[in-house]
């Protein structure tokens, strides 16, 4: 999704012009940038945070003339996932969420799963040889 697309969302789904609905997302960008151009971190909660990490001088190699070179030390801006962001992307929102009603026919479920894994576990594994030894 492209910044227009997230624009024409936002606007979509509050029902407020387009034009304010890309004035609101500029302005957030804008807060995030300063907020983290001043060194501070953002968090969002549940959502994540922002965060600006410090990267150390480190040596490197011109891979043109294979001279040794130092890199500059630098700022990068980070953004960690917070438990629901991350919850919703692997879709463990449902499960999470879901009614102790609905848990109860599921721990039924795993009973006999686990049944079955233990008996799985149960058979001896095949062994593998090891490989000769070249010499």
């Known amino acids: 999704m492209k910044k227009s697309d ?23 960008i804008d807060v995030i940038t300063d907020t983290l151009r001043s060194g501070d971190r953002l ?3 549940g959502f994540g945070t922002f965060e600006v990490r410090e990267r150390a001088a480190r040596p490197g190699i011109n891979i043109r003339t294979k001279e040794k ?30 009614t ?11 009973d006999a799963d686990d049944e079955a894994d233990n008996k799985a576990a149960s058979k001896p594994k095949a062994t593998r040889k090891p490989a000769a030894k070249k010499k």
């Open 6 to 28: 997230f624009i024409a969302e936002v606007a979509k789904r509050t029902g407020v012009p387009r034009t304010k609905a890309d004035e609101a997302v500029n302005a957030m």
């Open 43 to 45: 968090t969002l909660t």
């Open 69 to 98: 070179i130092t890199i500059a030390a630098s700022k990068r801006p980070v953004f960690n996932a917070g438990a629901v962001l991350k919850n919703a992307v692997s879709n463990k929102t449902a499960e999470a969420n879901a």
């Open 100 to 110: 102790p009603a609905a848990n109860a026919g599921k721990a039924a479920d795993n």
